[in-house]
């Protein structure tokens, strides 16, 4: 009963600030003062800049930028549209034809890019004109685009792992390895329901694609060859411990600058830009994660994470029971926050649930990716569902309809997770890592 006011008082003053518009690492930074304020005898001004500088001088965060820019770069380039000429012809004679290329596309794009809005603007852009040309169903069109784009924050390079794995201080390189897997999985159970539905759906009845011979569709496949390459590289350099995960990104912000000068899409006017939006959105994350670590500086002085751990412990739940409380709950919040604001605030008190209830650090780091993927499809605050209001001018109500099953795919992958959690860890366990 004696956590009960600090809890209250916590969240009075986040959804306060929240709710009356104010940035959400201002929010975090104002609910931790207040707590230092009510709970501690330290100073909350000195504290502060303490643990801002500490939280912002990680070395392990340089890889943060150097992905955002990466995929800053390649969104102005015809990535897009390459991707689409290459793999068309190979799509169009599987069960849902081109349908499988929004799937195929985000999953190729989302390991060069790391976010999920930049998976889903880049390969809707090119899609959604030339499947509507077509007359594939519209609800298919926005639902596999909207689930599939989530694969950018799990299909390594991701943002929302870098995050984690700076958060809980986990190799990032690791945690990079663990989401290819499961990834690659999940993009081929939405390909299945895409499949098993253009088969029961009376509505699929798109314009059929003109033949193509296999050497035809080969040379399409020329096309794909820039983003194979750069995928290999950053993709494969960690894996075989050349470079760590930030000298991963450094080598992928070449590549993107080679691809974009090769493509012609590289002028003063698209570096400056891409340049200006990876600062901002690197501005904006580490700001989130400055505010989260004087949260749980804050939020440690009044012994509410172990409190409420042990409050949890002594409920005797098994780590499944475990799981699907912590289930329930990302997908609660996701409702109303982004996924990187949902890590940085919460991870303060479940990770010491999880470390006691013995779950691996790095297999829960996908299985939190895909509960937030899952959150990124769901109003009010679905953020790939604003993406494609703006894109298709869709109503809400007939967007998210349309993104349902691939949500409820999504939460099928999560029992996949517990019942083979090798998905998870196979991949860090065999890969020759470099520390850092």
């Known amino acids: 009963m004696e956590q009960l006011a600090p809890i209250a008082i916590f969240l009075f003053v986040l959804f306060l600030l929240l709710g009356t518009g104010v940035w959400v690492g201002l929010a975090l930074l104002g609910v931790a003062f207040v707590g230092m304020e009510l709970f501690t005898t330290r100073p909350p001004g000195d504290a502060m800049i303490t643990t801002i500088w500490t939280a912002s001088s990680s070395w392990t965060l340089t890889a943060l930028p150097l992905f955002i820019w990466m995929g800053e770069i390649l969104y102005r380039t015809r990535l897009s549209e390459d991707m689409f000429r290459g793999l068309s012809p190979w799509m169009a004679r599987l069960p849902g034809g081109l349908i499988h290329t929004n799937i195929v596309g985000c999953t190729v794009f989302a390991a060069v890019s790391g976010s999920s809005a930049a998976t889903l603007t880049t390969v809707g852009k090119m899609s959604i004109p030339e499947l509507r040309k077509r007359d594939y169903p519209e609800t298919m069109i926005i639902g596999t685009l909207a689930g599939a784009a989530t694969l950018g924050l799990m299909i390594p390079p991701s943002l929302t792992l870098i995050v984690y794995g700076v958060t809980i201080n986990e190799s990032i390189t690791k945690l990079f390895m663990a989401g290819v897997f499961p990834g690659l999985v999940l993009a081929a159970m939405f390909m299945g329901y895409v499949a098993i539905h253009s088969r029961l759906s009376s509505k699929f009845n798109p314009a059929q694609e003109p ?45 993107a600058l080679i691809l974009a000068a090769t493509q012609g899409s590289l002028n003063r006017k698209t570096f400056l830009e891409s340049l200006m939006g990876a600062t901002r959105t690197s501005a904006m994350i580490a700001f989130i994660l400055a505010g989260a670590a004087f949260l749980s500086l804050s939020m440690g002085f009044t012994g509410l994470p172990r409190g409420l751990a042990d409050l949890i412990g002594s409920f005797d739940l098994s780590r499944f029971e475990l799981l699907m409380v912590l289930l329930v709950f990302y997908i609660i919040l996701g409702c109303f926050l982004d996924g990187i604001s949902s890590v940085v605030l919460t991870m303060a008190v479940v990770e010491p649930m999880i470390r006691q209830a013995g779950i691996d650090l790095i297999w829960f780091g996908i299985f939190i990716v895909v509960v937030i993927e899952a959150a990124q499809i769901t109003p009010p605050v679905g953020f790939n569902l604003f993406v494609l209001q703006g894109m298709t001018h869709h109503e809400m109500n007939f967007i998210a309809r349309a993104a349902i099953p691939m949500f409820l795919i999504m939460i099928l992958m999560i029992f996949v997770l517990i019942a083979i959690p090798g998905l998870a860890t196979w991949l860090p366990e065999n890969i020759r890592a470099q520390p850092g």
């Open 211 to 255: 033949t193509m011979t296999f050497a035809e569709k080969v040379r399409n496949s020329r096309y794909l060859l820039p983003v194979v390459v750069l995928i290999l590289v950053v993709i494969g350099s960690m894996y075989l411990g050349i470079a760590t995960a930030t000298e991963a990104a450094a080598f992928g912000v070449i590549g």
